[in-house]
């Protein structure tokens, strides 16, 4: 499948004018269903909102991609906007989320026995997946006591901190939609 089959004229606004990240996704899903791929617009619009609650689709350099999973959804598309100032945001500060996970004594030594024929230890990937999630729940929660709308420029770093024990902090910019 190719972006070609995917991006319809009729679901691409040059000159969108928007002021803030809701009225941004409300264009972008007013765009899908105009090439026909939603069955039940406001269930997608639901669902994208949602997933940009759980962290901000920016990806830099002013794109974001907002999307979402649902049964909304009739076929593939995209939709695809271009605002000519932009969406400011005010930033808020930084916020972060840290956790410090081990496995049991048990796992541990399979882990080691493991090192012996090579190959992924499994158990520590679902540990530092686990603790990836357990950061990011924190940091999401720190940016919410502070009214924040996203956190841009998500980081992630780990580092061992005795044998079996790993920190995970996930860390980013808060900010806040500003509003004309």
């Known amino acids: 499948m190719k972006v070609t089959d995917l991006l319809k004229v009729e679901s691409i606004d040059l000159q969108a004018e928007v002021v803030d990240k809701r009225g941004a996704v409300t264009r972008?899903?007013?765009?899908?269903?105009?090439?026909g791929c939603l069955k039940d617009k406001e269930a997608?619009?639901?669902?994208?909102?949602?997933?940009?609650?759980?962290?901000?689709?920016?990806i830099g350099e002013g794109i974001a991609i907002p999307h979402g999973k649902?049964?909304?959804?009739?076929?593939?598309?995209?939709?695809?906007m271009v605002i000519k100032n932009g969406v400011e945001f005010e930033a808020l500060g930084i916020v972060?989320?840290?956790?410090?996970?081990t496995k049991n004594?048990?796992?541990?030594?399979?882990?080691?026995?493991?090192?012996l024929v090579g190959g992924e230890i499994t158990?520590?990937?679902?540990?530092?997946?686990?603790?990836?999630q357990i950061a990011t729940k924190r940091m999401v929660d720190e940016a919410k006591e502070m009214n924040a709308d996203a956190v841009i420029g998500v980081k992630y770093g780990s580092s061992q901190v005795m044998s079996?024990?790993?920190?995970?902090?996930?860390?980013?910019?808060?900010?806040?939609?500003k509003q004309d």
């Open 28 to 35: 972008l899903v007013d765009l899908m269903e105009k090439s």
């Open 123 to 132: 158990g520590y990937t679902e540990m530092l997946n686990e603790a990836r």
């Open 70 to 80: 649902c049964d909304a959804v009739k076929k593939p598309g995209l939709a695809a």
């Open 96 to 101: 972060k989320g840290t956790v410090v996970q």
């Open 164 to 177: 079996g024990a790993a920190e995970v902090i996930a860390y980013g910019t808060a900010v806040k939609y």
């Open 44 to 58: 997608y619009k639901a669902a994208v909102l949602k997933r940009e609650g759980e962290g901000s689709t920016g």
């Open 105 to 115: 004594v048990g796992k541990d030594f399979m882990a080691g026995m493991k090192t």
